[in-house]
T-cell receptor
Framework: SQQGEEDPQALSIQEGENATMNCSYKTSINNLQWYRQNSGRGLVHLILIRSNEREKHSGRLRVTLDTSKKSSSLLITASRAADTASYFC?????????????FGKGTLLTVNP | EPEVTQTPSHQVTQMGQEVILHCVPISNHLYFYWYRQILGQKVEFLVSFYNNEISEKSEIFDDQFSVERPDGSNFTLKIRSTKLEDSAMYFCASMGSGRTGELFFGEGSRLTVL
């Protein structure tokens, strides 16, 4: 089954605007995480939200989680050109003990100066 | 800030050759992982390693793949006989003993099989 599918696949906005990316998943989870990847680089952890949490903030990032809908959203406020990157959600399935993450295909965010 | 270090950053090899990718996880971490990302596709789990043994592996991680932690710092991924479809970016990751769920990834090793 597909787990961690983001939409949109690509998003282009102007600097200063907010960017919202969504993620849907199919199986029960322990937590959901968002990672960022600059082109050709490694994955950088942004934020983790546990299955019993509904919303979490970190700086300009806001993540929501709706376990009834099996979906999450990542909001980046007041975007900057440096936010241009691919953003992935990753789920850690409930019942697992090895913290094996299942990644989505990602949203490519372009922030135009 | 502690980081996961991977070498080489890029390796080109001929089909059928053996390749070893090296990783130095964060020093006090206990859980280690290899993921791969074929160009333009999802990041895929390969294997997790804890307490000197494989704790879980995916169906991608067949008999051609192996992992080792030969000393207290290195964590290697070996591909015995590379195929064209092994061309990908390989990421090493580690997680601390607190089991927060947050993985720290290296910058990746790009493998090109010709």
């Amino acid at each position: 089954s597909q787990q961690g599918e983001e939409d949109p696949q690509a998003l282009s906005i102007q600097e200063g605007e907010n960017a919202t990316m969504n993620c849907s998943y199919k199986t029960s989870i322990n937590n959901l995480q968002w990672y960022r990847q600059n082109s050709g680089r490694g994955l950088v952890h942004l934020i983790l939200i546990r299955s019993n949490e509904r919303e979490k903030h970190s700086g300009r990032l806001r993540v929501t989680l709706d376990t009834s809908k099996k979906s999450s959203s990542l909001l980046i406020t007041a975007s900057r050109a440096a936010d241009t990157a691919s953003y992935f959600c990753a789920t850690d399935g409930r019942g697992g003990s090895n913290y094996k993450l299942t990644f989505g295909k990602g949203t490519l965010l372009t922030v135009n100066p | 800030e502690p980081e996961v270090t991977q070498t080489p950053s890029h390796q080109v090899t001929q089909m059928g050759q053996e390749v070893i990718l090296h990783c130095v996880p964060i020093s006090n971490h206990l859980y280690f992982y290899w993921y791969r990302q074929i160009l333009g596709q999802k990041v895929e789990f390969l294997v997790s390693f804890y307490n000197n043994e494989i704790s879980e592996k995916s169906e991608i991680f067949d008999d051609q793949f192996s992992v080792e932690r030969p000393d207290g710092s290195n964590f290697t991924l070996k591909i015995r006989s590379t195929k064209l479809e092994d061309s990908a970016m390989y990421f090493c990751a580690s997680m601390g003993s607190g089991r927060t769920g947050e993985l720290f990834f290296g910058e990746g090793s790009r493998l090109t099989v010709l």
